[in-house]
Nanobody, 124 residues
Framework: VQLVESGGGLVQPGGSLRLSCATS????????IGWFRQGPGKDREFVAAINWSAGSTNYADSVKGRATISRDNVKNTVYLQMNSLEPEDTAIYYC??????????????????WGQGTQVTVSS
């Protein structure tokens, strides 16, 4: 099983990034996928999630209106578009696959597979 994040980098405040999570080794269509982040000195926190069919999405209040999560079930990839980035968005961003039948997409402990993360730094 692999989840590989990409698309991170250094961006100025107000800028945008699109993060990608390329997956392999499991039946992608069967899994909801989430994004989490961990900033310097902070706990890992939920950012956004999308269910297996892309019929349902969920966002943290801190990114609502600035982030869009989507998935391509042909490419087995999930995307996180982040706009109007703020220094507070600086973190390592991780994607993860939700354990089947888990209900709460916001809880990190409900995710069974994790990527290694991609660094996002928002700074002028």
């Amino acid at each position: 099983v692999q989840l590989v994040e990409s698309g991170g980098g250094l961006v100025q405040p107000g800028g945008s990034l699109r993060l990608s999570c390329a997956t392999s080794g499991f039946t992608f269509d069967d899994y909801s996928i989430g994004w989490f982040r961990q900033g310097p000195g902070k706990d890992r926190e939920f950012v956004a999630a999308i269910n297996w069919s892309a019929g349902s999405t969920n966002y943290a209040d801190s990114v609502k209106g600035r982030a869009t999560i989507s998935r391509d079930n042909v490419k087995n990839t999930v995307y996180l578009q982040m706009n109007s980035l703020e220094p507070e968005d600086t973190a390592i961003y991780y994607c993860a696959a939700l354990r089947p039948f888990a209900q709460d997409m916001r809880v990190a402990g409900n995710y069974v597979y994790w990527g290694q993360g991609t660094q996002v730094t928002v700074s002028s």
